[in-house]
């Protein structure tokens, strides 16, 4: 293992569907947060030092469990299995969306990580968090809890709603700001309006060749369809349902929040300001 790419972003952000975009890349490992496995489970915190990341990469790396291979999605046909694969890929990728608050540490302690952070416009995130009946809550309130998702926080490392979209965002801005060459921020929108010139101009700075079974996937994973939540072969219209969809209340309260901040470009029909 050379490298490590670690894919960030708050749930219902299309992190599914770019975590097989690099899994699909035959040099890479891919594995989801080994900090939310049974193998190990809030391993690390604030005050974990550089070796105790470097061991848990490592042992992420060489373990083999039904979670971290997303063995449980591949049997139900929901992810692919990748036919070609490196038997000692060179580089390790982590898809999670808990732990933003250790991105800091991660960046700053192992000189070999890359972090993909990727933002999706809150009205969409959180409409498709609000419709999906195997992260939202039976019997919650979605007017009263979209905004702090705190019915949906059983665990520490919890992100939900819209208060941790705009600290995550802000958070993703930061570390931008501060690692330019290891943090790349991803645009779900602009990914999905054009996934393979998104792929091309991101895998070339992370180390990563396109590979013909990328662009095979590309094509797959937005001309088939599976309507189960977690299945990452979605037409692309679903990407756009919030705008008839979500409560326009909510709507225009996250438009009233953003609107003259730095989350503004966020906001997929807005563009009110480059960054």
């Given amino acids: 293992m050379n490298r490590v790419i670690w894919i960030a972003g708050m749930p219902r952000s299309g992190t599914n569907w770019i975590g097989q975009i690099f899994a699909s890349n035959p040099d890479v490992r891919f594995k989801l947060c080994p900090l939310f496995s049974y193998d190990f489970k809030n391993a690390l915190d604030e005050r974990s030092d550089a070796d105790a ?119 993703f801005l930061d570390l931008q700001s501060t690692y330019a060459d290891r943090f790349h921020l991803l645009e779900y929108e602009r990914c ?28 797959q994973s937005r001309t088939e369809h599976k309507d189960h939540p977690r299945a990452v072969f979605k037409h692309p219209g679903v990407s756009t349902r919030w705008k008839s969809e979500l409560d326009p209340d909510i709507s225009a309260e996250i438009v009233g929040a953003l609107r003259g901040t730095r989350l503004a470009s966020f906001l997929s029909d807005e563009h009110a300001h480059d960054r």
Avoid: M
């Avoid at 996934?195 to 094509?219: M, N, R, S, W």
């Fill in 53 to 171: 990341w470097h061991r848990l990469l490592e042992a992420t790396y060489s373990t083999h469990s039904d979670y971290l291979d997303q063995e449980y999605l591949r049997k139900e046909a929901l992810v692919p299995n990748f036919a070609q694969r490196n038997p000692q890929p060179s580089t390790l990728t982590i898809k999670s969306t808990r732990f933003h608050h250790l991105l800091p540490r991660l960046l700053e302690l192992v000189p070999t990580a890359n972090v993909v952070g990727i933002v999706r416009d809150p009205r969409a995130a959180i409409h498709s968090w609000l419709t999906n009946p195997l992260e939202f809550p039976s019997g919650a309130d979605p007017r009263t809890e979209w905004k702090s998702g705190h019915c949906r926080k059983t665990a520490p490392g919890e992100y939900w709603g819209f208060d941790d979209w705009r600290s995550v965002a802000n958070l």
């Fill in 192 to 219: 999905v309006e054009d996934p393979t010139a998104c792929i091309k101009g991101l895998f070339p700075a992370l180390g990563l060749d396109v590979h013909a079974q990328t662009e095979a996937f590309l094509v």
